[in-house]
């Protein structure tokens, strides 16, 4: 059974740092890209960022781009979200999320299984 | 960057309607868009991906279809476990980005 666990998310003051993990189990962790997805309280599904299954295609959302930095580690088996320069409207729900394919080039993609979620709140 | 649009943002069906939501893209993107579904308080499943392939175990009365920059989601027979919000996103491969639209929620007539 494919299992995606968040954590790592807290309350936060602004223009602190911090770091989300996903551990991954049930399906083979290096052949498949990642993800994070956020949710702000009662608003729409964002895309983050998102790696390839060698960490060699990596991609970010204007919003987050230069204060977020994602990662992974395959012999852990886990996904990482660095997110420094923290800013209210950063304030979500944060998703880890499995894409059905390695890597973003040559093909259509979807995330077909997702965690429960971290809550990230950044207020002073 | 790729904006996406979706109409209509919400709608009122009733069960054993047949529904269907529209996901626009600002420019071509082929076929490289999927559909999801989200309950509250739930994460988002998802439902079609490459425009119009049935994620495995999503019933049948699903189906996408479109390419370019018009795609549709329908549902032949709506039900009951069918009420939710749903998300069109796309994929643009470099730099990698995944847009989500902005969302259309369905709801019971």
């Known amino acids: 059974e494919v299992q995606l666990v968040e954590s790592g998310g807290g309350l936060v003051q602004p223009g602190r740092s911090l770091r989300l993990s996903c551990a991954a189990s049930g399906f083979t962790f290096d052949d498949y890209a990642m993800h994070w997805v956020r949710q702000a309280p009662g608003k729409g599904l964002e895309w983050v960022s998102g790696i390839s299954w060698n960490s060699g295609s990596i991609g970010y959302a204007d919003s987050v781009k230069g204060r977020f930095t994602i990662s992974r580690d395959n012999a852990k088996n886990s996904l990482y979200l660095q997110m420094n320069s923290l800013r209210a409207e950063d304030t979500a729900l944060y998703y880890c999320?499995?894409?059905?394919?390695?890597?973003?080039?040559?093909?259509?993609?979807?995330?077909?299984?997702w965690g429960q979620g971290t809550l990230v709140t950044v207020s002073s | 960057d790729i904006q996406l649009t979706q109409s209509p943002s919400f709608l009122s069906a009733s069960v054993g309607d047949r529904v269907t939501i529209t996901c626009r893209a600002s420019?071509?993107?082929?076929?490289?868009l999927a559909w999801y579904q989200q309950k509250p308080g739930k994460a988002p499943k998802l439902l079609i991906y490459a425009a119009s392939t049935l994620q495995s175990g999503v019933p049948s009365r699903f189906s996408g279809s479109g390419s370019g920059t018009e795609f549709t989601l329908t549902i032949s027979s709506l039900q009951p476990e069918d009420f939710a919000t749903y998300y069109c996103q796309q994929l643009n491969s470099y730099p990698p980005l995944f847009t989500f639209g902005p969302g259309t929620k369905v709801d019971i007539k």
């Open positions: 420019q071509g993107i082929s076929s490289y």
């Open positions: 999320a499995k894409d059905i394919r390695g890597g973003f080039s040559g093909g259509s993609s979807g995330f077909d299984y």
